[in-house]
């Protein structure tokens, strides 16, 4: 059974706005994460407060424990991509993901300024 993320680590979380393994740009307000995971490798608890997308860029198994104590299993497709618009500093989230198959999992990730300064 997979143990909820613990309070230590929903606060290291909530501090931590690391998303991927690698930031490659940050430029006008978006910032472009790479994100690679070996299998059973974990990227640590981490906050979502800004809107962003991510797209799978292999197909691959991950486990996503949240801040609110839920566990999701996760089949990822090559292709497969998820859009959150409607985050900010009054509506984030915690999560950490750990590759649960048997290859490298990748993703790119964008984020957004939610007030992009004109």
Known sequence: MTMPLSTAEIAAGMANGRIGTALVLEDRGMRVWHLRLA???????HRHDRPYFWTALTAGQGRSRYGD????????QAGDTRYFPDLGPHKAFVHDLTNTGT????FVTAEFDPHPQG
């Open 39 to 45: 299998p059973g490798e974990t990227l640590a608890a």
């Open 69 to 76: 104590g839920s566990v999701a299993d996760v089949t990822y």
């Open 103 to 106: 290859a490298e999992l990748v």
